[in-house]
């Protein structure tokens, strides 16, 4: 197993730009693909972005394309979240995850998960 924790969260202005790390624990990270999820107060949890085992294949929500970038490093079992022009509607708490195996944007296909980091976007 592998365990997440995320970190980078804060408080931005509208248009103003965060890195989020996800920081694993174990010694086969490289077998796992990774998933940025989010979730807002009162709404289902929502795909973000997630990376393939190698780094070699992102995919991102239509919401994010453009501003958001995934990115992985093998060599420090760490997944970040690049987010540039920032929107009120980015604001929720995001959330990690990891799967054995394959990309895939579902969230109910990864197994471990991140205990999340608070994003505000404030205008």
């Known amino acids: 197993q592998v365990q997440l924790v995320e970190s980078g969260g804060g408080l931005v202005q509208s248009g103003g730009s965060l890195r989020l790390s996800c920081a694993a624990s174990?010694?086969?990270?490289?077998?796992?693909?990774l998933g940025w999820f989010r979730q807002a107060p009162g709404k289902d949890r929502q795909f973000v972005a997630a990376?393939?085992?190698?780094?070699?294949?992102?995919y991102y929500a239509d919401s994010v394309k453009g501003r958001f970038t995934i990115s992985r490093d093998n060599a420090k079992n760490t997944v970040y979240l690049q987010m540039n022009s920032l929107k009120p509607e980015d604001t929720a708490v995001y959330y990690c995850?990891?799967?054995?195996?394959?990309?895939?944007?579902?969230?109910?296909?990864?197994?471990?998960w991140g205990q999340g980091t608070q994003v505000t976007v404030s205008s």
């Open positions: 995850a990891a799967r054995e195996g394959v990309l895939y944007t579902d969230a109910s296909w990864h197994d471990y």
């Open positions: 174990g010694r086969t990270f490289s077998r796992y693909s």
């Open positions: 990376i393939s085992r190698s780094g070699g294949s992102t």
